[in-house]
Each structure stands twice: as structure tokens, then as C-alpha cells.
């Protein structure tokens, strides 16, 4: 067995539910999955049950994490509906970004207020992203809110041809603006949603083919690849009001590297887009001596013994994968190798931005 060495994996969207949320998933659960999947360094979302809107919940859920967490960890602040523009300043060094929620999903940030959207995008430092769950046409709306406000935008989780087009144009003329794609958008289409039932429900939704076929024709206008980790339990899945979200830590990448083995991405764009595209947008200080170490030739079925994801399923099960992570070191501490975690909760440290 030739292993392969390439630098820790940054996954700058997950949903670790905590607080607030720890039945389907905390801080210790979704760490260990994120070295399953090679990811040193993740960043955390705040649209938990008690959502990270003031200075207040950033320092309460950094509690939580600094005991809890086994990898690298950091924050998105959230738009408060409620107008929370007061707590900018206070958390603009504390944090990777702003999330605003201009479509609805999980959680209760959605702002549909263009003139409260106007003062977030104003208000928010000139320097760090804002980052938008913006679908199609909300997606046209905060580009021209980004430029009116002169901001840095980052656009979460595209999906569609339209949406990529936009982005693309956007770039070309010289506009700040960057984006990040799921694997699922990457790999599924909405044929695909109707056999996965409520386990293919998350938002955006499942686009088309001619869609997902647009992502990888434009893959180099694509910033970065993100998870958005968002798991639910079985039970909640199977309800009559199924929630928004599938896992992903786990998976990301040996779906990914399969694309490499088939000649769909080059190993360099995988690189650029799960460390070098993450690390830069979000301004992530990294360490030489972090680095996750692959065994490119081993395939294997995905099934719930690779999961360590606290609700135990994936869209992806039953998928033949390629490139089994078996090392990853932190900070020249090796902390997981061949499915076992070797690190204690809390050896996790705080992200730093440049």
C-alpha cells in the first residue's frame, strides 16, 4: 500500500446542530466525521435552534466547541431579521463571514426586507466575505446589492446553469465575487431526488442534468467545494414533514477523487478546490505541518460502518468510492488513522484569519 500525501482538507460550510440541535449531530460527532473525510478545518453555520446573532451566542457556542471539537473550527455570524447590525463590529474579527438567509431554509434568519438587506450589506466590514444562500433569481438580487454596497460576495452552494452564468459574468467583469458547489449538486440530479425520497430533500433542491452537466463545464469558475453538512436523524427524515439537509463530511472527498480517477477533474483542481479556494476567500491561516495521507487504489462500497456522522445515513450509500482516507495529522499530531480517532475532544483549536 502506497499512501498519498496532500494537505488537510477545509470544509467552510457545515451545520453541527449544536447548540440546540444535538440529536442529530454536535460538535464532537461532526469533527469525527470531518477527519473521516480528510477536512482538518471546518467552519460552522448559525442557523442552530438558537442561532449565532449576537456576540453573545458567538462566545456561548465557542464554549461549546473549544471542549467539544477534535478538528480546526470556526464561525459564520448570521443577518438577523431582527436587524443585528449593532453586533457586527464586535464579531467581524471572531469569525470567517456573514451568512444571510435571503431564501428560506432551516432556521428562522430568512430576510426578505430589501432595505434591512441593503443596511446588512452596508454595515458588514468591506473586508470579509458576506456570504449569501441566494438561489436563481435571489441570486441576481444580491449580486446587485454587492455591487450597489460595494462587498465582497460569496455565494453559497449554486446548483443551477443560470445561477453559474451570473457568477461567471459577474467575474469577468471584474466584480468580487465567489461561489462554492456541493458534491450532491455535483452528482445528483432531481431524477435522482425522486428515488432518494426524502433523503435526496435539502436546499437548494436537486437540479437537472443540464445543470449539473453547466457546474463541470465551468468547474474553473468554482471557487471551492463545500459539504453543507446538515444531518438529521432517520426518524425526522421519515416524517411526515421531512427537513432540508443530507450529511457529508465523510464522503466529499472520495466522491470527488472518484471524479479524478474517471478524468472528470485533474487532482491539482481538487486541491485548489477543497483547501486552496477555501483557505483563500476565507483568509485561513494553515499549518505546513497539517496534511491528510489517501490510499489512491482502494475502492470501497459506501455503507454506515464508513459513517461517523451522529445520524448514521448518507445519500451516497451503496456508491463505489475510491481513495480511502487512512492518516490525518494536525499540527504534527497524527489524530486519526485507518477509521479511528487518536485525539480527545477539545484538541481542536480556533481558526485564524489573516
Known amino acids: 500500500m502506497s499512501l498519498k500525501e496532500l494537505p488537510g482538507l477545509i470544509d467552510p460550510h457545515v451545520h453541527f446542530r449544536d447548540p440546540g440541535g444535538t440529536h442529530k449531530e454536535d460538535f464532537t460527532t461532526g469533527s469525527e466525521a470531518a477527519l473521516a473525510g480528510g477536512i482538518v478545518g471546518i467552519v460552522d453555520m448559525p442557523n442552530n435552534p438558537e442561532p449565532t446573532v449576537s456576540l453573545e451566542a458567538l462566545q456561548y457556542k465557542e464554549q461549546i466547541a473549544r471542549v467539544k471539537t477534535l478538528c480546526d473550527y470556526g ?186 480517477v474517471e478524468g472528470k477533474l485533474s487532482l491539482d483542481d481538487l486541491v485548489r478546490l477543497m483547501f486552496e479556494g477555501p483557505k483563500k476567500v476565507f483568509s485561513i491561516k494553515t499549518d505546513n505541518n497539517t496534511f491528510i495521507e489517501i490510499d489512491p487504489d482502494e475502492e470501497y462500497v459506501l455503507t454506515e460502518k464508513d459513517l461517523k456522522t451522529k445520524c448514521g445515513w448518507s445519500a451516497f450509500m451503496g456508491w463505489k468510492l475510491r481513495g480511502r482516507i487512512k492518516r490525518v495529522t494536525i499540527r504534527s499530531s497524527l489524530v486519526f488513522e485507518n477509521g479511528q480517532v487518536l485525539v480527545k475532544p477539545g484538541f481542536g483549536q480556533p481558526l485564524s484569519y489573516r
Open 75 to 260: 464561525f459564520h455570524f448570521g443577518a438577523s431579521p431582527r436587524d443585528n447590525t449593532g453586533e457586527f463590529e464586535k464579531v467581524r474579527d471572531l469569525v470567517a463571514g456573514l451568512k444571510v438567509y435571503m431564501n428560506q431554509t432551516t432556521g428562522d434568519l430568512l430576510i426578505e426586507d430589501d432595505r434591512l438587506i441593503e443596511k446588512v450589506f452596508s454595515v458588514w466590514p468591506k473586508d470579509k466575505p458576506l456570504l449569501v444562500h441566494a438561489e436563481e433569481g435571489t441570486c441576481k438580487r444580491a449580486l446587485e446589492m454587492a455591487r450597489k454596497t460595494n462587498r465582497r460576495l460569496h455565494i453559497c452552494h449554486i446548483s443551477l446553469a443560470s445561477e453559474i452564468e451570473m457568477i461567471k459574468r459577474a467575474k469577468q467583469e471584474g466584480f468580487p465575487v465567489t461561489c462554492e458547489v456541493t458534491p450532491h449538486h455535483l452528482l445528483l440530479t432531481n431524477e435522482d431526488a425522486v428515488n432518494l425520497g426524502p433523503y435526496g430533500r435539502m436546499k437548494p433542491f436537486l437540479a437537472t442534468r443540464t445543470d449539473v452537466e453547466a457546474l463541470w463545464e465551468n468547474l474553473d469558475s468554482i471557487d471551492m467545494i463545500a459539504t453543507d453538512h446538515a444531518p438529521h436523524t432517520k426518524e425526522e427524515k421519515e416524517s411526515a414533514t421531512p427537513p432540508f439537509g443530507v450529511p457529508g463530511l465523510e464522503t466529499a472527498f472520495p466522491l470527488m477523487y472518484s471524479k479524478v
